[in-house]
């Protein structure tokens, strides 16, 4: 049993926990809570961590894992950021997507998120495109990162299912064109009330960051860019609530 | 100035920014920034407090607020939840609405919430609301307090232009289906799906807690139960979320 917080792999889990740079470098995430753990698929979990009581109850079926630590109730509390944690953290490889062009002949809804910078709304963008049956979401290399806690939290274990890639938008958006789907923009000016456009059945639709929108060379690069009509002085919208508007009003067959 | 934090009217604004007992009995509330102050109807605003620094640097036109107390910078970061306060904070009376039906002759747009408690999601859904034209939004007894500095936050101002009240549930519904405004709650099972639901040019819909839906006795009294159909593995959507996806498509025109 693992009972000193300086043990090297408790300092592992707590620079993933924290570190956007030490996931991208050793390609794993850490995620906590009996329901989140149960949502990984197990080919992925490196590591699992149950805590001393969690093990000794049996609460927990830990047998199908491979490598599993029993931690110290007070150390694990260290790793975790809930008042009582639940007593389960594994630590999951980053699933490897990649766009496959070539499923997407008869019909297909993309999302395409430039620069979506708050973790609740990235991971309740991923929630909502599950639901909506968004069959694939692009992020920006700038967007914050899918692996963060508070992002994966947000998703309600969407993260394991909804296929996601990040890559150039400006280059996805060129590739999609020549394939002959159509990508809407959501911008707040100069553009087309989304309710009186009549969406392709193979469609991408682009939500830009939570304060200055799409960027402009990510805009240019758009079929049409299209508005959520708003009434009196708001100025903009939530990004996962525009993004929940646009998804269930596009997709909607 | 101001330059204890020990002031009576200092140790004033942290009660109200912590407590809604004191909120609620003081019937005040805070609000901080340059923006949101700038939003509140003067009329409202009891008094105003402003950094030693803004003072001095003259950005902020206090001049038309009657009670303008400036405070020492370092006072005013003890206010503030903010790492970089803007130096302005104001204390508000809370606005009094009430239902006034005979207003909803012709057509109406309510939102009616039961047992909201995110304050982030409540704050997020009244903006939405307004950028939807809903009318007014009644809330349950229960809901987290409107006036939390987090949901205010949230509202992005729509806390000033949004008419809402808060009262019984059941006994609101059952004014308004006597008024023949029909009432449709949105509810995960055994209900239609809310697209092929033909709405009334006067209708009211039903919202429910993050965790546990509409409660039953609120349930039983709306004449339909409506549902948005969610693919995958998904069990819910984001209160907020939902709230904008049939605000947008019920309050279409």
Redesign the interface.
Known sequence: MISSKSNAKIKNVKKLLSSSKERRLQGLFAIEGVRLVKEAPIELVRQLFISESLAKNGEFDSACYKNVEVVSDEVFRSLSDTVTPQGVLALVEQPAWSINISSFEKGCKLLLLDGIQDP?NLG?IL??S????VDQVVMSEDCVDIFNPKVIRST???IF??PFVIDDLVAVIEMLKAEGIKVYGAALEGSLDF?KVEFEKRSAIVIGNEGNGISEKVLNAVNKKIR?P??????S??A??ST??LL??IF?N
């Not at 708003?230 to 100025?235: N, P, T, V």
């Open positions: 609740g309740t929630r909502t599950e639901a909506a049956g309600m274990g969407s299912r909804i309710r959520i708003m009434k009196g002085q708001i100025e919208l939530n996962a609530v929940a508007v269930y009003h909607e």
